[in-house]
Each structure stands twice: as structure tokens, then as C-alpha cells.
């Protein structure tokens, strides 16, 4: 190997691994207005049998995000998973659809659903949320409550 070339290519794997760590993370940050590729899908099990499936927002970061700026729901929605039960609340900033939400217990009952919640560009967007504890929310399109006959005190499975 020419000591030239062999210069260009040490100097290309030092570049290498100094930026690697840094082009790593910005990879991994999700731009306002994309939709993650990777994201995990759930599989949720309806009390008709009806399954449908949903993307995860089980970080801090994705459950921040939700829909902000999407223009459609990835797949049949979005599962929220939270860390702690509580009276998760939300709302519509920056969204650019109507939806239902739905509030689940740790065991899965749904003790909550807003429907045909709709967007916001407004400053302060009202916030929608159960009185109860929940630890999962559904976001999925306006009128699935509806026509799920889904109501509180049924039972999802994932």
C-alpha cells in the first residue's frame, strides 16, 4: 500500500470513529414532522376479537411527540405506555386530524375515551383525560369508539 493511500485511509477510519458516536445520535433523533420507520408495532386484541395494530410510544421522547405533525395515524394508531399509572392527560397541539382517545388501567379496561378529539393550533390547546388512574392511552381515528362499541369497562388484550 502506497504510504500515501495509507495516510488517507487511517485518516478516514480516525474520522471514522470519532464522528461515529455523534452521527449515531443524530440518526436516532426523530425530526418534528417524520414518521419513525422502526418503531415497534402491537398487536391489540379488541373484546369483538378484532385485532389491530399499533405503533409504541413507550420513551419519554415518543409519547412527547404522539402525533404532533403527522399527517395520517401510523398503522391503526398509536399505544401510549406510560411508566407510572396516573390521569394522563392530553392534547391536540400541532395535530392535524380528529381522534378517539382511549384511557386503559393496568389490567387493561379502558376507564376513559374522548371522541372525535380535534386538533389545535391555538395557544393553550385544551387537554382531554380520565379522572382515574390509567396507564396505557389508545389515539386512534375519530369514530373507532364508535364503531368498535367500545365503551368503558371492556377489556383490551395486548
Known sequence: MQPAFRRFVLFLLTLWLVSGPAVSALA????????????????????????IDLEVADTPQARHQGLMFRDRL????????FQNAAPHRFWMKNCK???DILWLTPQKVI???????PPCSADPCPTYGP??????????AAGFAKRAHLAPGLRLGF
Open 131 to 140: 379522572e382515574r388512574d390509567s396507564l396505557y392511552a389508545l389515539e386512534v
Open 97 to 99: 386530524f380528529p381522534i
Open 111 to 117: 376507564t376513559h375515551i374522548a371522541e372525535n378529539v
Open 74 to 81: 401510523p398503522n391503526d394508531g398509536l399505544l401510549f405506555i
Open 28 to 51: 436516532g433523533q426523530r425530526l418534528a414532522g417524520s414518521e419513525d420507520k422502526t418503531a415497534a408495532i402491537r398487536p391489540v386484541t379488541l373484546p369483538s376479537g378484532a385485532k
